[in-house]
C-alpha cells in the first residue's frame, strides 16, 4: 500500500491499531544520497573506532533526507499455530515546507540512479510527500504558531497566498454582507494556512475549510468577533490541527515510539541515524549520546544482517550479498526447516508483493526483513531442540533465541563489525594490520599503494611514516595472497604490523631511553675516579 500526504491522515487511525497489536515491525528507508564524496581522512576507514565512523556518517544524514519509509507490520493470528499476516505500507516523504521551515538536502547522482533502475516514484515523492519535522523544528513552529508571530517565508507559498488574498479582496469589494465564495483545490495544512492569513489579513470575512475547499463568507465586524469567540472551532484549535499537519509523519512515528514494539532492520545503522535526525532531534555530537537516545527510543532492535551474518557459515548456506539473497536461501530446499517453519500472508490491500518482487522498495524490503527474522529465530529455535520435541513456536521463544543479536546492529567499513545499543561495542574479530614499508618511490601516497593493491585485493590505507603505510581488510584471505604475493618484492616489502616493533611513538621512546642510557653510562665512567 503506497501512502502520500493526501492519503495519510485518514490512514492514522488504522497505522496507530495496526503497530498496537503489532508482534514486532519491520523497517527499510530510501535515501536521496548515502554517503558523501568526502575525501581522505574523512572518508570512513576500516581504521575507524565508531564514534569516528559515526561524526563520518553523521554528515552525510545531515546533507541528505529521506525519500521513503517502508514499515511492514507483522502479528500473528490470533487461533492459528505459527501463522503471521503482514500489512506492509510505503510512505513517501518530504521535509516540511511551512512558516520558517524550509529545509535544504542534497541528491547524490548514485542514488538517484538507483532508484530509478527500481522503478521509484519521484513524482509521488516531490508533489505528495507526506510532511515531517524533529522535535527542535516543532517546538519552534508551535511556539510562532500558538503566539499569533507567524509569517509566510517560503517563495512559493508567498505567491500562493498572494494570489487567494488578491482574488478575495477582489471579491469584497463587490459581495454583501452574507454572501461566500469557494476557495478551491486547497487541502491538507495548506488550507489551514490560508484560513490563518485571511482572517489576520481581513477583519471583515469568516473562513471555514468543507470537501469542496475554503469557503470565504463576507461578515460584519461584531459579528466576525461573535464567531471568534463563540466558534465551535476557534482558532486556537485550529493552529493546533495546523500544527498536526505540519507533523505530518512525525504523529506516527511518535505512536511507533510510543508502542515499544521490536523494530527490526537489514544493516539498518544509516536507517536509526536519519530516523534521529529527522524525527527526534539534530544528530548529537557525542556517539554515546546517540546510542543511548535510539535505545531510549527502540529498546528492542533486531538487525537480520547481524544475525544472518553470525549463523550463516555454521548453516552452510551459500554466500549471500543482499537481503533478497538472504531471503531466497531462507524460502530454498536448502533450508531444513523450510516446510516447518511459520506461515507468513500478505494483509488484504497490501497483496502486491503476493507472488512479485520489488527489490529496494522500503515496504517490500521491510516485508523481507520481518520474513527473515521469524525464518532465522525458527531454525534456531530447531537447534536449540535438537534432541528433544519442539514446542509449539510462538513469537516470545523466537525472542528468547534472537536474545544474544538483540541490540547489535551491524557497523560497515568500520573497527568493529557492529554496535551494541545498550553499552560497551564489543571488540570484533578481524585480520591483522599489515605494514608496507617502501624503496625507491619517492612521494608516493596514500591513493597510489591503493591502487597498487585494487586489481589483488581492496585494503584501506593509512599512512604511518613517509616511506611506511598501514593495510587494513575485513578478510583473512586478502593478508594471506597479499604476504604470498609480495614475498621478496624488490620495492614493496610487506610484513604484519606489531605495534611494539614498528609504531614511530614506541621507537622514538626507545630512541630517547637510548640516548638517555648511553649519556647515563658516559656520565658514570667518566665520573669515576681514577685509581
Keep these: 500500500m503506497d501512502v502520500g500526504a493526501d492519503e495519510f491522515e485518514q490512514s492514522l487511525p488504522m497505522l496507530q491499531e495496526l503497530v498496537l497489536g503489532a508482534d514486532f515491525v519491520g523497517l527499510d528507508i530510501e535515501f536521496t544520497g548515502l554517503r558523501s564524496n568526502l575525501a581522505g581522512p574523512q572518508q570512513i576507514s576500516l581504521f575507524d573506532l565508531p564514534s569516528e565512523w559515526y561524526l563520518k556518517a553523521r554528515q552525510s544524514v545531515q546533507q541528505f533526507t529521506v525519500c521513503q519509509i517502508g514499515l511492514s507490520v507483522f502479528s500473528c493470528i490470533e487461533g492459528e499455530s505459527n501463522k503471521y499476516v503482514a500489512h506492509s505500507c510505503n510512505f513517501f516523504l518530504f521535509p516540511t515546507t511551512f512558516g520558517i521551515l524550509d529545509s535544504e538536502f542534497s541528491f547524490q547522482a548514485s542514488s538517484v540512479q538507483f532508484l530509478n533502475q527500481y522503478g521509484f516514484n519521484y513524482n509521488k515523492f516531490l508533489k505528495n510527500g507526506i510532511p515531517y519535522m524533529n522535535e527542535e523544528q516543532e517546538k519552534k513552529i508551535k511556539r510562532n504558531i500558538l503566539t499569533g508571530n507567524w509569517r509566510v517565508r517560503s517563495f512559493p507559498d508567498k505567491d500562493q497566498i498572494k494570489v487567494v488574498i488578491d482574488e478575495v479582496t477582489q471579491w469584497l469589494d463587490l459581495a454583501e454582507e452574507g454572501d461566500w465564495m469557494t476557495l478551491p483545490g486547497i487541502a491538507g495544512f495548506r488550507a489551514f494556512e490560508v484560513q490563518l492569513v485571511l482572517r489576520q489579513a481581513l477583519p471583515n470575512i469568516w473562513t471555514v475549510l468543507q470537501d469542496e475547499g475554503v469557503i470565504v463568507r463576507k461578515v460584519s465586524t461584531q459579528y466576525r468577533w461573535y464567531l471568534q469567540n463563540t466558534s465551535c472551532d476557534p482558532e486556537s484549535r485550529w493552529k493546533e490541527k495546523i500544527l498536526l499537519s505540519a507533523k505530518g509523519f512525525s504523529v506516527f512515528f511518535q505512536m511507533l515510539v510510543k508502542a515499544q514494539k521490536p523494530l527490526v532492520g537489514h544493516n539498518m545503522m544509516m536507517d536509526l541515524l536519519h530516523l534521529h535526525e529527522k524525527f527526534l532531534r539534530p544528530l548529537p555530537e557525542s556517539y554515546d549520546q546517540f546510542k543511548q537516545n535510539i535505545h531510549n527510543l527502540f529498546p528492542v ?66 516485508f523481507l526483513c520481518g520474513s527473515v527474522l521469524l525464518k532465522v529465530a525458527h531454525l534456531l529455535l530447531q537447534r ?145 675516579p681514577s685509581p
Design 384 to 528: 536449540l531442540h535438537s534432541n528433544s520435541p519442539i514446542p509449539e513456536p510462538c513469537f516470545s521463544q523466537y525472542l528468547h533465541v534472537l536474545a544474544p543479536y538483540v541490540n547489535q546492529v551491524n557497523l560497515i567499513r568500520a573497527g568493529v563489525p557492529k554496535i551494541n545499543f545498550p553499552g560497551p561495542d564489543y571488540p570484533g574479530i578481524r585480520p591483522p594490520i599489515l605494514i608496507l614499508s617502501v624503496r625507491r618511490w619517492p612521494g608516493v601516497s596514500e591513493q597510489q599503494v591503493y591502487h597498487e593493491f585494487h586489481n589483488l585485493c581492496k585494503f584501506d590505507v593509512r599512512r604511518l611514516t613517509r616511506s611506511q603505510f598501514l593495510l587494513l581488510t575485513n578478510k583473512f584471505k586478502d593478508v594471506r595472497n597479499v604476504l604470498k604475493e609480495y614475498r621478496g618484492h624488490p620495492t614493496l616489502q610487506v610484513s604484519v604490523y606489531r605495534y611494539w616493533r614498528h609504531s614511530p611513538n614506541v621507537n622514538c621512546l626507545f630512541q630517547v631511553c637510548g640516548i638517555i642510557t648511553t649519556w647515563a653510562v658516559l656520565a658514570f665512567l667518566l665520573g669515576r
Design 301 to 366: 532492535l533486531i538487525d537480520t544482517k547481524n544475525v544472518t551474518k553470525d549463523i550463516w557459515k555454521e548453516l552452510n548456506f551459500p554466500r549471500v550479498s543482499n537481503l533478497s539473497e538472504v531471503y531466497e536461501v531462507l524460502n530454498s530446499d536448502l533450508n531444513p526447516t523450510k516446510n516447518s517453519g511459520p506461515v507468513i500472508i500478505h494483509a488484504r490491500k497490501c497483496e502486491k508483493y503476493v507472488g512479485m518482487e520489488y527489490p529496494h522498495e522500503a515496504a517490500y524490503d521491510a
